[in-house]
């Protein structure tokens, strides 16, 4: 089973979920150039996110979960840095923030990216219409 991811600028990777999560999230981010500690999800085409923090999990308990167990065969899917903010002493919990890392998300997918943005090339997708949807997901799990 195979899925598209796409990041950068245009650029996209086939990849084969029929393997460890793990294994699937790191050769993610090494195709998109990003540092072993950055916390991924996967954004699809009908607005659902996708967390792959299970992969860290995994690492931790030793049980292995299968990408195909979470990802849609043959979709598509734009790959989002997590980005969360540790509070530091004195200050109230900071939200959990997502940014698209594919560019000019609004040429491929306008509705995710919300039509009224302003800002080019990396999408913070906290700023669009799907915020609150995503923040629900997360809560909810996978």
Known sequence: ????????????VLVNTSCRLVNLTTHLRKKAGLLPDVT???????????SLEEDLKEAASGAPTMGSSLLKERATYVLVRIISKVAQEGEGMAPTRYESLLENLDDHYPELAGANRQQPSRTPLAESGNAEKLHQQERQGP
């Open 40 to 50: 991924l999800a996967l954004l699809a085409e009908d607005g659902n996110l996708v």
């Open 1 to 12: 089973m195979f899925i598209k991811v796409m990041f950068g600028a245009g650029s996209s």
